[in-house]
């Protein structure tokens, strides 16, 4: 089955250290997407990629950091410098470059990272 | 600046009766709309999109939405509202370029039986 999967679920991590949440997609989409859920805010976005090995920052970057070194995975790290990382973490991807018509964003299950 | 509102952070309802969820865009175009619905601890799923053409758009789970120009809404309906409906609803656009989209703060439906 086509989709997209995010590991772990729960994640838990003391205060101070450095995590990476991953997300993988077999939708041969090109562009992928990390958002950030937190209560009452809706989602915004952190990091997008609209194509291997580049991406953008989105809205609220800072603290953040991903890489795109292939089509399918596009892990987010979660560093020491954001000052609440205790989120609710979704990625998202797309078609890509055909354009806004049929660019779609699908979302996996996300991760909810606890930091103690 | 470009926003979108949806005004109801609850909203109750009975099973079997019928449902309006607001959103309202705030764009100097016409944006591409969407509405998605999260259950608990999961990920977003798309109900529904609006690109242009009929104006009245039908979705999955029989919900249906209307974008209206004029009052800048996309509001989501369905006629009866079954107890399954019950989770977080989120309207959300985008205005080309970078393909980023702009989430509503969410309302979340309780469906009592």
């Known amino acids: 089955d086509g989709g997209i999967t995010q590991s772990p679920k729960y994640l838990f991590r003391k205060e101070g250290q450095n995590v990476t949440l991953s997300c993988e997609q077999n939708?041969?989409?090109?562009?992928m997407y990390w958002y950030r859920q937190d209560p009452g805010q809706g989602l915004r976005l952190i990091y997008y990629?609209?194509?291997?090995?580049?991406?953008q920052k989105g809205d609220i970057a800072e603290g953040y950091s991903v890489s795109r070194e292939k089509k399918e995975s596009f892990p987010l790290t979660v560093t020491s410098a954001q000052k609440n990382p205790t989120a609710f973490y979704l990625c998202?991807?797309?078609?890509?470059?055909?354009?806004?018509?049929?660019?779609?964003?699908?979302f996996g299950p996300g991760t909810r990272l606890t930091v103690l | 600046a470009q926003s979108v509102t949806q005004p109801d952070i609850h909203i109750t309802v009975s099973e079997g009766a019928s449902l309006e969820l607001r959103c309202n865009y705030s764009?100097?175009?016409?944006?591409?709309l969407f509405w998605y619905v999260q259950s608990p601890g999961q990920g977003l799923q798309l109900l529904l999109k609006?690109?242009?053409?009929?104006?009245l758009v039908q979705g999955i789970k029989g919900f249906e939405a209307e974008f209206k120009r004029s009052q800048s809404s996309f509001n989501l309906r369905k006629p009866s509202v079954h107890w399954s409906d019950a989770a977080e609803y989120f309207c959300?656009?985008?205005?080309?370029?970078?393909?980023?989209?702009?989430f509503g703060t969410g309302t979340q439906l309780k469906v009592e039986l």
């Open positions: 998202a991807s797309s078609i890509g470059a055909s354009g806004p018509s049929t660019d779609t964003q699908y």
């Open positions: 939708l041969n989409h090109d562009a």
């Open positions: 990629s609209q194509i291997v090995n580049d991406f």
């Open positions: 764009y100097g175009a016409t944006p591409y």
């Open positions: 609006y690109f242009s053409g009929d104006t």
């Open positions: 959300a656009f985008y205005t080309g370029g970078g393909n980023k989209l702009t």
